[in-house]
DNA sequence: TATTGTTATACTCTATAACTATA
DNA sequence: TATAGTTATAGAGTATAACAATA
């Protein structure tokens, strides 16, 4: 089998079982992603996090809509600017990041078992080269924007 | 940054980019997995097609509906059980095969292109040995079935 | 009774555009 | 006049269950 083939197969397979993983801590992968974000760089807009994941504006209403009603995250107003909205982690949601963390962990121990720790170390050197040169963001899962080029109808 | 997490961007990205190609010859990455089973083992049911892909026998309708009406299959009664429609291809649709083919050369051409034959073979390698310890199976993608556990809403 | 294919229905995910409140 | 956030609406994708024809 081809290799840009199995590694479509791999990666959609690598995201199931990640969902399936986070879903114990009552979040979906989508909402990891920002809550990773919220966690790394704190004290953005909605705006910021539209630009971010390059996802539409409405769509991240919906996404703190979420958080916020998990008790995960909390909009505060901008002093600077009432426009604003800054996103921020609630003391809940910084404890579900640690879960996030340990997930990620037995995720990648789950994944990677048959490879030697010298194998791995090639495999991120591989991956990471095709990654740079496809032009990936590091850390945001392409999966956020309108990827996929839906509909190929001929008629 | 950690392997599998790139695993899971390439292999999204690339689904992506594979979706743009394919688009071009007037088909979705779903349909060209179906139209490729349809080429590789001919004379088979809807019933044996839902069981492949692991897929509802209701998606398998819409499917090949959507086949039918672009010329690219055709359902043919089983003599043998008048219950059974047969699926196959047109030639219109062995046609657009050889040109998923093309596509799919250049598809890994194109994402393979920073390495040199002796690393593409590497990557082979270990992405083969993950893919068999995760139990794909061989040319299904694993987007067709219910894989990502949908919601994981706390409330 | 069981199975093949089909239809009907509902629910999630996402894109677009119109709207408000501020600047 | 432009921008941040919001609301409303519509479309694709998919799961479920009920159904008709045949075994």
Known sequence: MNAVFLLTQLGTHAAGRFAERVAALGVTPPQVGLLRWLAQSPGNSQQAMARHFNIQPSRVVTFVDELEQQGLAERRPDPADRRV??????????????GVRKVMQDHEEELLAPLS??????MSDLLHRLAVQAGLTPGVHPGYPNLPPRIAKTT
Chains 1, 2 share one sequence.
């Open 85 to 98: 909205r800054i996103v921020e982690l609630t003391e809940r949601g910084k404890e579900v990041m640690r």
């Open 117 to 122: 720790a010298e194998e791995r170390a090639q």
